[in-house]
């Protein structure tokens, strides 16, 4: 069987996938105040499309999906494109990003599906200041919900995008919720997918830096054993039900071992999160292609992927200033 492997070795086996661009929170680090310039429904993929998609590149070797929007539960049918995705047997594990305001009446229905783990995006454990960074007040809501999915059979992680001057001080509030919760905090850099581009900071919240700030609180950490090619480092604390990790996602140290690619909810290929797409699956499809023409168009997209995100950024042919909005590229 032919796979999806780049000219660096390193074999594709994971799609994040964009149901929608569209999304009921405006957090400051993904969009502007006012949103985004959200595109026509006819521009996003149709469900049928994206379920062919997935199964053409679970033949070639992808094995899990993560679905991302946007936030992904504003999409009307949503779940019913998951049992659909859930009866291709190829794939290992289904994935979801959210935000969690509106999953929570369907969490038994996830349970029941294919659906392996969720990552809830929360920035605050305060509600003022969760208030401040979505500018949208639905903390209560978010918070049972979290709550919920713990109690829950699904696996829960939770996504905290960590903001100079915004939440560095709640940092250490996300390690004690792994006091007595089984789930796992991880701590993202952030990035400048806001739609406006890179914001001033007084401090650079990097990797070290806020691993650093968690060693001074906690001497006893230990290192977790990960997937060689997982996104963040992990950790644990002695008798902490939880665990924690750090994604250095704008740092990049972890594109070695990379064996991602992102399909956006208009369908445009992306290698990688810093690259601005490399061709239109979408408009393929639509023009008459067979499966066997996404297989290779696929095969031969997959030996251009770049061996890091500082050389896919390099190369962006449209701006070389990153500013688009996460929820136009798909969380």
Not at 16 to 33: I, S
Not at 56 to 64: I, M, P
Not at 273 to 293: H, K, M, P
Request: glycine fraction near 6%; proline fraction near 2%.
């Amino acid at each position: 069987m032919d796979t999806l492997t780049d000219k660096f070795g390193r074999q594709i086996t994971y799609l994040r996938l964009a149901v929608t661009d569209r999304c009921n929170l405006r957090c400051q680090y993904c969009m502007p105040a006012h949103g985004i310039d959200i595109v026509d429904r006819k521009e996003l993929l149709t469900y049928k499309e994206m379920y062919r998609i997935t199964r053409v590149l679970s033949e070639l070797g992808v094995n899990k999906v993560r679905l991302t929007g946007g936030e992904p539960f504003v999409r009307k049918d949503f779940v019913g494109f998951l049992e659909m995705l859930s009866f291709n047997d190829k794939l290992d594990e289904i994935n979801i990003t959210t935000n969690g305001a509106l999953i929570a009446k369907h969490i038994s229905k996830l349970e029941a599906l294919k659906i392996g783990t969720i990552n809830l995006s929360i920035d605050s454990l305060s509600s003022e200041n969760f208030a401040k960074i979505t500018r949208r007040d639905v903390f209560d809501e978010v918070y049972k919900t979290l709550e919920a999915l713990e109690k829950s059979k699904l696996k829960l992680k939770l996504n905290t995008v960590v903001q100079s001057g915004v939440n560095t001080h709640e940092i250490i509030d996300f390690i004690e919720l792994t006091k007595h919760k089984n789930l796992a905090v991880r701590f993202i850099e952030e990035m400048p997918f806001n739609g406006v581009g890179q914001r001033a900071t007084k401090e650079v919240w990097n990797y070290t830096k806020i691993l650093d700030l968690i060693q001074s609180q906690y001497k006893d950490i230990t290192p977790l054993r990960s997937d060689k090619s997982s996104t963040s480092r992990n950790f644990e604390i002695p008798n902490y039900k939880g665990s924690f990790g750090i994604i250095p996602a704008f740092t990049r140290t972890i594109c070695n071992d990379c064996n991602r690619i992102r399909i956006t909810s208009t369908g445009l290929f992306k290698n990688c999160l810093f690259d601005d797409g490399v061709f239109n699956v979408r408009d393929f499809i639509r023009q008459g292609a067979s499966n066997e023409d996404l297989k290779q168009l696929f095969l031969s997209i997959v030996k251009e992927k770049p061996k890091n995100g500082f050389i896919a950024e390099a190369n962006r042919k449209n701006n070389n200033n990153v500013s688009e909005s996460m929820s136009t590229i798909g969380g």
